[in-house]
């Protein structure tokens, strides 16, 4: 899953840009920056810790994350001046890590931040690091709200300190599913791609789950290695048994490296689905022209009509966002903005700023924000019902929604033109 094939590559100095922070060096803390005047300075410091990918396999997505996470830190303390929880003002202090997509660099630099006091933390992004970062986390009975690990594992061990912004993996695919029953001609058969790690396996199964409670027939099932620079056989088998719907629920670069392949040996689907990748303007501009009419998921679009006490609206952080950093916005920049307003709003609930409390107030969320209506199952995941996803499509080099109705921007185009005919 190398930078080679261009969605995982980025530039240091696009990580804090606009927000007035030199670079950062492998272990030095990205902090938001600090308040200037004498006023805010007399705050008390209100320390948030994690750690995300800046460089590294993930670093595509995961700068996005950070930047999330940078925004709505820099709105708190910059334009609203802080936050008051049970009648003393803080300023919030980031102390995030790049972990450099490493599992183990991870969970030694959570465990640095707990002996070092810290009681709240963030996620980084990809289940394979905040599994092992969330067990560390729990055990020291710390919070911890992400927006980067959806897999069943994370949910399914008991823990009572993790939660996350999106539903399980074997729940995400209900919306996609119900969009493909809607399409003509009817669909019938599908085959499903994913990668050998504990995301996407878990993905496939909800993949698998959906399409045969919708009667899609199910013609194969590939599984590719965690780090993968070939497809070509599975995309001969494709051809030999050619399904209506190709689902790819594999890592953003992984589904790059699918489509140009599927590109060079005219491999054509009638509808090709990847979960990550088409969100990132990177992905649909080194596609170009063969990123139309390509489907994936998303959570979030600065249409939709959500309203919160913070920035206002979805439109209002789209441009405040635009402010700090030119990296174009993606649905994992309001998920970890998201995560931040809703520790707040915890905070608040629960008058407190003691771990167990603020704990609590999460596990009892049901929080209007610019993303979503935050609310949590039992085990931590986000309900699937307020926090699922919707269903995009790359049209003439956008993403619009095109499910579900309430929220679509454009119709689905279906079935997809042979990839020589894209204009």
């Given at each position: 899953?190398?930078?080679?094939?261009?969605?995982?590559?980025?530039?240091?100095?696009?990580?804090?840009?606009?927000?007035?922070?030199?670079?950062?060096?492998?272990?030095?803390?990205?902090?938001?920056?600090?308040?200037?005047?004498?006023?805010?300075?007399?705050?008390?410091?209100?320390?948030?810790?994690?750690?995300?990918?800046?460089?590294?396999?993930?670093?595509?997505?995961?700068?996005?994350?950070?930047?999330?996470?940078?925004?709505?830190?820099?709105?708190?303390?910059?334009?609203?001046?802080?936050?008051?929880?049970?009648?003393?003002?803080?300023?919030?202090?980031?102390?995030?890590?790049?972990?450099?997509?490493?599992?183990?660099?991870?969970?030694?630099?959570?465990?640095?931040?707990?002996?070092?006091?810290?009681?709240?933390?963030?996620?980084?992004?990809?289940?394979?690091?905040?599994?092992?970062?969330?067990?560390?986390?729990?055990?020291?009975?710390?919070?911890?709200?992400?927006?980067?690990?959806?897999?069943?594992?994370?949910?399914?061990?008991?823990?009572?300190?993790?939660?996350?912004?999106?539903?399980?993996?074997?729940?995400?695919?209900?919306?996609?599913?119900?969009?493909?029953?809607?399409?003509?001609?009817?669909?019938?058969?599908?085959?499903?791609?994913?990668?050998?790690?504990?995301?996407?396996?878990?993905?496939?199964?909800?993949?698998?789950?959906?399409?045969?409670?919708?009667?899609?027939?199910?013609?194969?099932?590939?599984?590719?290695?965690?780090?993968?620079?070939?497809?070509?056989?599975?995309?001969?088998?494709?051809?030999?048994?050619?399904?209506?719907?190709?689902?790819?629920?594999?890592?953003?670069?992984?589904?790059?490296?699918?489509?140009?392949?599927?590109?060079?040996?005219?491999?054509?689907?009638?509808?090709?689905?990847?979960?990550?990748?088409?969100?990132?303007?990177?992905?649909?501009?080194?596609?170009?022209?063969?990123?139309?009419?390509?489907?994936?998921?998303?959570?979030?679009?600065?249409?939709?009509?959500?309203?919160?006490?913070?920035?206002?609206?979805a439109k209002k952080f789209g441009e405040y966002y635009r402010t700090k950093f030119t990296r174009p916005i993606a649905?994992?920049?309001?998920?970890?903005?998201?995560c931040i307003e809703t520790y707040v709003m915890a905070m608040q609930a629960a008058k407190s700023i003691k771990p167990?409390?603020?704990?609590?107030?999460?596990?009892?969320?049901?929080?209007?924000?610019?993303?979503?209506?935050?609310?949590?199952?039992?085990?931590?995941?986000?309900?699937?019902?307020?926090?699922?996803?919707?269903?995009?499509?790359?049209?003439?080099?956008?993403?619009?929604?095109?499910?579900?109705?309430?929220?679509?921007?454009?119709?689905?185009?279906?079935?997809?033109?042979?990839?020589?005919?894209?204009?």
């Amino acid at each position: 899953m190398g930078h080679e094939h261009g969605v995982g590559s980025m530039k240091r100095r696009d990580v804090l840009r606009g927000t007035g922070l030199a670079a950062a060096t492998l272990a030095t803390p990205l902090a938001a920056p600090a308040l200037r005047s004498a006023h805010a300075q007399a705050l008390k410091p209100l320390v948030i810790g994690g750690s995300v990918p800046l460089t590294g396999a993930a670093a595509e997505t995961g700068l996005n994350v950070n930047n999330g996470y940078i925004t709505a830190v820099t709105y708190i303390n910059e334009v609203m001046g802080g936050v008051e929880i049970a009648g003393t003002k803080y300023k919030l202090e980031l102390k995030l890590f790049d972990d450099a997509s490493d599992p183990a660099r991870a969970t030694t630099l959570i465990q640095r931040q707990i002996d070092d006091g810290t009681d709240f933390f963030l996620g980084s992004f990809g289940s394979n690091i905040v599994l092992p970062t969330a067990a560390i986390t729990e055990r020291a009975k710390k919070p911890m709200v992400q927006t980067g690990g959806g897999s069943d594992a994370i949910f399914t061990k008991g823990y009572k300190y993790m939660f996350g912004m999106f539903p399980r993996a074997t729940r995400q695919f209900a919306a996609a599913s119900a969009l493909f029953k809607t399409l003509q001609p009817a669909p019938a058969t599908y085959s499903v791609i994913f990668n050998n790690d504990a995301f996407s396996k878990t993905a496939a199964e909800g993949v698998r789950l959906s399409c045969d409670a919708a009667a899609f027939k199910r013609l194969d099932s590939f599984e590719l290695p965690t780090k993968v620079t070939d497809v070509s056989s599975v995309l001969a088998s494709v051809r030999a048994n050619t399904p209506d719907l190709l689902l790819c629920v594999v890592h953003d670069q992984d589904s790059l490296l699918i489509a140009r392949q599927m590109v060079a040996t005219n491999t054509n689907v009638k509808l090709l689905f990847q979960g990550l990748g088409p969100q990132l303007a990177s992905y649909r501009e080194a596609l170009g022209k063969y990123s139309e009419v390509i489907f994936c998921s998303t959570y979030w679009d600065e249409n939709v009509p959500f309203k919160d006490k913070f920035f206002g609206s979805a439109k209002k952080f789209g441009e405040y966002y635009r402010t700090k950093f030119t990296r174009p916005i993606a649905y994992h920049v309001a998920g970890a903005a998201a995560c931040i307003e809703t520790y707040v709003m915890a905070m608040q609930a629960a008058k407190s700023i003691k771990p167990e409390a603020v704990r609590d107030a999460l596990a009892a969320a049901n929080y209007e924000t610019f993303y979503a209506q935050i609310k949590f199952t039992a085990d931590g995941d986000g309900d699937p019902l307020t926090l699922g996803g919707m269903i995009g499509q790359v049209q003439k080099g956008k993403l619009e929604i095109v499910f579900p109705e309430a929220a679509r921007t454009a119709p689905a185009v279906y079935p997809a033109p042979a990839w020589d005919k894209k204009a």
